[in-house]
T-cell receptor, first 113, second 111 residues
């Protein structure tokens, strides 16, 4: 089955620790995205990548970092510099051509205490 | 930036039709989409419409696009309790490859 996987589903960390969220896709999509969703709110773009070894900041990139060493993988690191890291994080991918619709993973809920 | 607005909440009775509305400000959108998000899950692509179309029907779903008014709607016929979710509209503007999501509408279906 083709799709996007995110792991883990739930993640707990102590304040001051960096944490990396995994995102993998086997859809052969060129583009990948990370969004943050807070309760009762829409999606806010953190980073996106159009191609391997290239990525761009979204609207709320401060306190986050990403890498794109492989087409299939786009991990997100939430650093200790992120002031309010507790949120639901969604990864998506798109073909970057045609309709370019985004397909989403199941999300990771990060809780930092 | 682009503004994509939706009403926050909608309640309907089971078996009735639901209409979820979306307005946007940039008229250069190429495709517009509707996504569904169930609690604690990712977004699921429901349907899409190309910007030169007025209407698209897909089983119980009907999408209407009024480009003049920059208004997009999703009609769900015979709404079921399983349709309770948050619905997001989204638009893709090919020039500059910009993708914008709406604020989401929480649909509650009352049995």
């Amino acid at each position: 089955d083709g799709g996007i996987t995110q792991s883990p589903k739930y993640l707990f960390r102590k304040e001051g620790q960096n944490v990396t969220l995994s995102c993998e896709q086997n859809l052969n999509h060129d583009a990948m995205y990370w969004y943050r969703q807070d309760p009762g709110q829409g999606l806010r773009l953190i980073y996106y990548s159009q191609i391997v070894n290239d990525f761009q900041k979204g609207d709320i990139a401060e306190g986050y970092s990403v890498s794109r060493e492989k087409k299939e993988s786009f991990p997100l690191t939430v650093t200790s510099a992120q002031k309010n890291p507790t949120a639901f994080y969604l990864c998506a991918s798109s073909p970057w051509e045609g309709r370019n619709e985004q397909y989403f993973g199941p999300g990771t809920r990060l809780t930092v205490t | 930036g682009e503004d994509v607005e939706q009403s926050l909440f909608l309640s309907v009775r089971e078996g009735d039709s639901s209409v979820i509305n979306c307005t946007y400000t940039d008229s250069s959108s190429t495709y517009l989409y509707w996504y569904k998000q169930e609690p604690g899950a990712g977004l699921q692509l429901l349907t899409y419409i190309f910007s030169n179309m007025d209407m698209k029907q897909d089983q119980r779903l009907t999408v209407l696009l009024n480009k003049k008014d920059k208004h997009l709607s999703l009609r769900i016929a015979d709404t079921q309790t399983g349709d309770s979710a948050i619905y997001f509209c989204a638009e893709w503007i090919a020039t500059g490859n910009q993708f914008y999501f709406g604020t989401g509408t929480s649909l509650t279906v009352i049995p």
